[in-house]
């Protein structure tokens, strides 16, 4: 029998209409306007571009973007993960090998560039405490004699993300574990607790879980999106391929 184009298989065995997302558009232009708002910040010559329909920065709207993509794929991904070890190990695995390249690479090729020799403990301790930043939330920004007559001297500040987005992980998948009646009215208690951080901190303000120092307000932003990605991803991921 020959499958219709127009309609795949879900999980339960029912039919359902193809929908072709947009998922890779939607990264690209959230990676373009990283870029471009990171570029004009790091210039010093430009603050970033301001978006007032959402009061957020154009780098800013984007970063959420991002978390709720994720938010709507780990979900997805953690409801069809056999066990713990299946589901982490995927995130582990996506996420560390990658970490280890970014910050050797980025460290090395700024040592050698530079002609930084003086300083290489500093490179090597940038290294060594982002490779620890999951377990502390926080990140080393500079390294001495890098970009230092520089407005900004951050060395691959969007590494600061990293952090949020591993403990979303972590978070979301006990509500994936949950009998089914119950994920809904969890996921939308999550959602509203960091909406309600989201409003109430603060970009100076330190929120700590266990070891971990988050910043309370992006804490509570990227947590929202995240959760809010979830919430799509439960309702409506037979409809979303």
């Known amino acids: 029998m020959i499958a219709d184009p127009k309609y795949f298989r879900t999980e339960s065995g029912t039919l359902a209409p193809l929908r072709v997302n947009s998922f890779d558009f939607v ?5 373009v306007s990283v870029l471009l708002s990171h570029h004009l910040l790091l210039s010093g010559l430009y603050p970033e571009p301001y978006i007032p329909g959402i009061k957020d920065t154009l780098g800013g ?9 994720s ?22 695995l996506r996420l560390f090998p990658n970490l280890l390249v970014c910050v050797f690479t980025v460290a090395l090729v700024t040592l050698v560039v530079f002609d930084n020799y003086d300083n290489w403990r500093s490179h090597a301790e ?24 520089q407005p900004n001297t951050s060395v691959n500040g969007s590494l600061w993300t990293l952090p949020y987005e591993f403990w979303m992980y972590v978070l979301v998948f006990p509500i994936c574990l949950l009998k089914s009646q119950f994920r809904l009215i969890t996921l939308i208690s999550v959602y509203f607790l960091f909406c309600h ?32 990605g979830a919430i799509v991803s439960l309702l409506f991921s037979d409809y979303i391929r």
């Not at 709207?61 to 978390?67: G, L, R």
């Open 27 to 31: 990264r690209f232009v959230a990676a």
């Open 61 to 69: 709207a984007a970063v959420s973007a991002f978390f709720g993509i």
């Open 71 to 92: 938010g709507f794929l780990i979900f997805k991904s953690g409801l069809s993960a056999s066990d713990w070890a299946d589901y982490f190990s995927a995130r582990i």
């Open 126 to 149: 940038w290294v060594l405490w982002n490779l620890q930043m999951i377990l502390t939330g926080g990140v080393d920004y500079a390294i001495d004699g890098i970009f230092e007559e």
């Open 197 to 228: 951080l989201w409003a109430n901190g603060s970009w100076q303000e330190s929120s700590r879980f266990l070891t971990i120092g988050f910043v309370s307000l992006a804490l509570g932003k990227l947590g929202a999106f995240f959760m809010a």
